[in-house]
């Protein structure tokens, strides 16, 4: 990854030079005024960067002349709680987010409870000037990794290049029955009914095209545990497309067929990777397969 050195110049990150080869926590416990449990904690929450790239592991071996960026909005964040809501990366443009289940990415109807308005919370808490711009959605009971821009600019940005600024998005479900391929691509077209209920056609309806690829990583007789990669962004698609492959989402109330294992959606956006509205730098993000869906593959 190509250090981005005009992003550099913005007063998010402290910045550092190595002279001599360390190990990056150790590097970081001598030029960082902080605690060791706070400098470990901007690490995991992916606040350190050598080189323009994210760094998460504390014995990362730095070599002279790497450059170390340490974010100082991971600061703002010791105050921030919420048991819906983890943040994940922070500038002055936008915040990524690890949303949980049962909450709306944005306000719906009556329901108060919705991403935006923890976000909003924390800026006013934080006495950050701003607003939390909604740019794409979850359902509300995926759970997975969501950015939001700062400003309208930027996600004026964002939403008209989404498909160029986004260039990998990855979701990860626990699908009904075996899958039998390895791996495969699903494409039709997409169109609501007056119910709101997504179905698919094999030929053009006068709804959207999607496609998704799907790559099977674990199975059971009874279940799968499938990652599905999106080259279009359709409302409910993966939903739609895994129900189509005769393998519904577990827990899904609305495509599924009544297998419900863990009690939740088994539908989790484990990767987004964008290049940054602004700067152009390539960003990339990642949050752990849910444990739920991992123990019901333990063989």
């Not at 926590?25 to 350190?48: E, N, P």
């Amino acid at each position: 990854m190509r250090f981005n050195t005009e992003f550099n110049r913005g007063g998010d990150y402290d910045h550092y030079e190595v002279t001599e080869p360390q190990g990056l926590l150790d590097f970081l416990m001598t030029h960082v005024r902080q605690s060791r449990t706070k400098i470990k904690a901007t690490l995991q929450g992916r606040g350190i960067k050598v080189d323009g790239k994210t760094v998460s592991q504390f014995d990362f071996a730095l070599q002279p002349g790497m450059r170390v960026a340490v974010s100082k909005s991971k600061r703002n964040q010791q105050g921030f709680k919420s048991r819906y809501v983890k943040i994940v990366y922070e500038d002055r443009w936008l915040i990524v987010v690890e949303k949980n289940t049962g909450i709306l990415s944005m306000a719906a109807g009556h329901s108060s409870l919705n991403v935006k308005s923890v976000l909003d919370d924390y800026f006013k808490k934080s006495r950050q000037k701003c607003t939390a711009h909604v740019v794409h959605r979850l359902d509300r009971d995926t759970s997975g990794l969501m950015v939001y821009a700062k400003d309208m600019e930027t996600e004026q940005t964002l939403e008209h290049n989404w498909h160029n600024i986004v260039y990998d998005r990855r979701y990860v479900a626990v699908v009904s029955g075996e899958v039998e391929q390895d791996e495969g691509t699903i494409q039709n077209w997409l169109k609501d009914n007056k119910a709101y209920i997504t179905y698919s056609s094999p030929v053009d309806n006068g709804g959207k095209l999607a496609i998704t690829h799907f790559h099977v990583l674990d199975r059971t007789t009874d279940h799968s545990l499938v990652e599905f990669k999106l080259e279009t962004g359709r409302k409910n698609q993966i939903r739609v497309h895994s129900a189509d492959m005769g393998h519904p989402v577990c827990g899904d109330p609305k495509y599924g067929n009544g297998d419900d294992p863990i009690h939740r959606l088994c539908l989790h956006a484990w990767l987004l990777c964008f290049h940054h509205p602004v700067t152009g730098e390539p960003m990339e993000f990642e949050t752990p397969i849910p444990t739920a869906f991992r123990l019901m593959f333990k063989h």
